[in-house]
Nanobody, 118 residues
Framework: QVQVVESGGGLVQPGGFLRLSCAASGTIFSIYTMRWYRQAPGKQRELVAGITDGGIPNYADSVKGRFTISTISRDNAKSTVYLQMNSLKPDDTAVYYC?????????WGQGTQVTVSS
């Protein structure tokens, strides 16, 4: 069994910041790419950022320049990926999901709610 658990969401004012964490556990041999997605009400789930097992990041155009200030990072020893989100806007309000791609397949977490509002 593989578990993926996100944390770090919450309510933040516009211009604020949050750091999301995603920890994977269970029978995991190797984790390749770790990605963050988000889904706003009434919209499709979209990719936010990803990072390879070699530490190479990539970002969606919608967050480039804001989230890249501190960015996506991972701790392979802890099977954890982080997403530092800066300069948050109300449009960033969504449920943020973590996805990991492993030797045993792809796994999703339950999501963590991020609400940007004054």
């Amino acid at each position: 069994q593989v578990q993926v658990v996100e944390s770090g969401g919450g309510l933040v004012q516009p211009g604020g910041f949050l750091r999301l964490s995603c920890a994977a556990s269970g029978t995991i041999f190797s984790i390749y790419t770790m990605r963050w997605y988000r889904q706003a009400p009434g919209k499709q789930r979209e990719l936010v950022a990803g990072i390879t097992d070699g530490g190479i990041p990539n970002y969606a155009d919608s967050v480039k320049g804001r989230f890249t200030i501190s960015t996506i990072s991972r701790d392979n020893a802890k099977s954890t990926v982080y997403l530092q989100m800066n300069s948050l806007k109300p449009d960033d309000t969504a449920v943020y999901y973590c996805n990991i791609y492993t030797t045993r397949g792809s796994y999703w977490g339950q999501g963590t709610q991020v609400t940007v509002s004054s």
